[in-house]
């Protein structure tokens, strides 16, 4: 079985500040990780994706993500938050080896950037 | 190209009442799914079509059918809806080839079963 948490349900930063919202993953092989996003009466929007080779990945909006496999992390990033980066974000992973064709979605953090 | 459109937007039914929510993109993708969101719970499958004319159960099917009839449409249906059912419904969709694509979402259909 696959499975992710997101350990935080509300994260606040200041604008300028680094933002971090945490992701951690259970899968029974290698993982595929996402990162999506959701603004208010949207649709999930595609940030980022770990698929294989660097562990650091770079998506949209100058968001990144770090992979550790040995912590089974994929944390999300950005050096310097945006008030309009105040959203709801889904971390989500795929088992590679598994048979199952879908994703595993978290609960979703709710960040909040402050002015 | 409009991407990933669901119909309709809202919707109010009582309980026991019928409806069709209708997904279609025109990105020409194989793979497309039915999700529905509830508070702190994230996005959870309901069913999905690896292509047309083909669909599996999700993680929660019970009291929903769906249909692919066209490669481009989706079609969930609520045979006698319940309160429980009351959520916001995602559609979304992916290219066939890897398991590592990304999904492409609608926009929601917010509905509620009184």
């Known amino acids: 079985a696959q499975s992710v948490a997101q350990p935080e349900d509300q994260v606040n930063v200041a604008e300028g500040n680094p933002l971090t919202v945490k992701c951690t993953y259970s899968?029974?092989?290698?993982?595929?990780l996402f990162w999506y996003v959701q603004y208010p009466n949207r649709g999930l929007q595609f940030l980022l994706k770990?698929?294989?080779?660097?562990?650091l990945v770079k998506g949209s909006y100058g968001f990144e993500a770090e992979f550790n496999k040995s912590q089974t992390s994929f944390h999300l990033k950005k050096p310097s938050a945006l008030v309009s980066d105040s959203a709801l974000y889904f971390c989500?992973?795929?088992?590679?080896?598994?048979?199952?064709?879908?994703?595993?979605f978290g609960s979703g953090t709710q960040l909040t950037v402050l002015p | 190209n409009a991407g990933v459109t669901q119909t309709p937007k809202f919707r109010v039914l009582k309980t026991g009442q019928s409806m069709t929510l209708l997904c279609a993109q025109d990105?020409?993708?194989?793979?497309m799914y039915w999700y529905r969101q509830d508070p702190g719970m994230g996005l959870r499958l309901i069913h999905y079509?690896?292509?047309?004319?083909?669909?599996a159960k999700g993680e929660v099917p019970d009291g929903y059918n769906v249909s692919r009839l066209k490669k481009q449409n989706f079609l969930l249906g609520l045979e006698s809806a319940a309160p429980s059912q009351t959520s916001v419904y995602f559609c979304?969709?992916?290219?066939?080839?890897?398991?590592?694509?990304?999904?492409?979402f609608g926009p929601g259909t917010r509905l509620t079963v009184l």
């Open positions: 770990y698929i294989t080779g660097d562990n």
């Open positions: 899968v029974s092989g290698n993982p595929y």
């Open positions: 990105m020409n993708h194989e793979y």
């Open positions: 989500a992973v795929r088992d590679r080896s598994g048979s199952a064709r879908q994703l595993t």
């Open positions: 079509s690896v292509g047309e004319g083909t669909t």
């Open positions: 979304a969709s992916s290219y066939v080839s890897g398991s590592y694509n990304e999904q492409f």
